[in-house]
């Protein structure tokens, strides 16, 4: 099989050209490298099944082997970054995935959409199942993601009606572990950095908001999963295990043994208050649940941290 995957050379996109890899398929990974990073690709270069194409998958891409798998992963996918980014978040949400569909259209090939929590918004129901529809600001600065999500859930499902192409939704809670940027600006980076240098740990808000984090090798299991199961409807992947941000802060500062102190910033705009998986669904149809806890995640990913800074 051969397989494409938009947003390669990203955190989650490189650990996806890995499992792929490992399962035998020949892999071209796609990115335009604003917020992914080539060194993540570093161990899979190599490979005669890997190819790397440099391109904004917003502008239409044209790919002449035969494909079997389209997955669409290209996206900032941090607030700091799609703060940054507004425009290539709305263009590669809507257009890239428009284009994404084309590929996968013309290859007759299955198709999987990475979308987000954050298509609930600042969640008024909790947990979340896949049937809440959510509760998003169109103009606030999160929208650009939100929104862009949101749309390409509805194209995704358009291509699906009207072409009836094989396609997949799961919809990503927050995800942890090597590879992720260390100034992605995303609460797990931030607290790993700061620490790890002694730095305050800046907790958003009074620390009361919630989240629930998953390992990336559990997520890119139910990834695997889904793209071949016979589903078209959204598919939550996370792990529900649900902490409130300044917990998370406590745990991080005893793993690493670290004597910072914690400083209170203001909360970012729309920022969710709770958010935490309902993955029944995921469970039955999958049989998929999450594998490493948090002890064991974070573990590792402290390593890989204290490896980047040289510690
Ligand atoms: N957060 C924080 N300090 C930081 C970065 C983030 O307290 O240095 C908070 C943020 O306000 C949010 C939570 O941590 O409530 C998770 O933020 P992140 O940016 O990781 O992703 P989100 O889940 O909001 O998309």
Known sequence: ???????????????????FLAEGHEVVAVDNLITGNL?????????PR????????????KIREKLDNVLHFASPASPVDYLEFPIQTLKVGSLGTHNALGIA????????????????????EHPQTERYWGNVNPVGVRGVYDEAKRFAESMTMAYHRVHQLNTHIVRIFN?????????DGRVLPNFMYQALRGEPITVYGDGSQTRSFCYVTDLVEGIYRLLFADFHDPVNLGNPAEITILEFASEILKLAGSISAVTFKPLPEDDPKVRQPDITRARQLLGWEPKVGRDEGLRRTMDFFKLRLGK
């Open 1 to 19: 099989m051969r397989t494409l995957i938009t947003g390669g050379a990203g955190f989650i996109g490189s650990h996806l050209c890995e499992r």
């Open 39 to 47: 060194e993540n690709l570093d161990p899979l270069r190599s490979n």
């Open 50 to 61: 890997f190819r790397f194409v440099g391109h904004d998958i917003s502008n239409p891409l």
């Open 105 to 124: 259209k013309a290859h007759g090939a299955r198709f999987l959409l990475a979308s987000t929590s954050e298509v609930y918004g600042d969640p008024l």
């Open 175 to 183: 995800t942890y572990g090597p590879r992720m940027r260390l100034n």
